[in-house]
């Protein structure tokens, strides 16, 4: 089995732990009460946090198969 060149993994590491700050950012609106006077509060604030939650998830599944796979 090849190694995969260092860009490579580099790229997937980066996707993985962007995709995890951004699922952390979205936990953090959701469940904080904190809003500083600059985030939103409402629904809102509720419906951007599940959509980083979602993308952050999303980001990071497309980081670890792109990890696991060997053709990359």
Known sequence: MK???FY???SSM???S???AYFGGGLF???SSATFGMLP???IRYLFGGMLV???GYRFYRGYVQ???EDV
């Open 54 to 56: 979602v993308y952050g």
């Open 41 to 43: 509060s409402g629904l």
């Open 29 to 31: 609106l959701v469940a």
């Open 18 to 20: 962007i995709g995890l």
């Open 14 to 16: 980066l996707s993985m």
């Open 3 to 5: 190694r995969k060149p």
């Open 8 to 10: 490579r993994q580099l």
């Open 67 to 69: 990890y696991q796979n």
